[in-house]
């Protein structure tokens, strides 16, 4: 897998994420653990070696979930 295919490919589980949040709210959750989960796999597989991406895509993820949490508890 190229560089730009696995952007590609990470910048669609974030986005999944996201709209997840969006159109099921607090019970996306589980769902979006669970494509967190996906994506430290991903990393681990495909860019173990930090040669693919020097992007922290597990970091992303977690950024997308604290946001969800913090805007859920207001």
Known sequence: M??????????GL???AK???CCQGIE???AVEHVREV???MEEFWNS?????N???EGEIDLV??????????
């Not at 190229?2 to 910048?11: I, P, R, V």
């Not at 070696?49 to 991406?53: C, I």
């Open 2 to 11: 190229n560089t730009q295919q696995y952007e590609t490919m990470m910048e």
């Open 14 to 16: 974030i986005s999944t």
């Open 19 to 21: 709209e997840k949040f």
């Open 28 to 30: 996306a959750m589980i």
């Open 39 to 41: 994506v430290a796999d």
């Open 49 to 53: 070696d930090g040669e693919t991406s």
């Open 55 to 57: 992007k922290d895509w």
């Open 65 to 74: 979930i604290l946001d969800f949490k913090e805007q859920f508890s207001k």
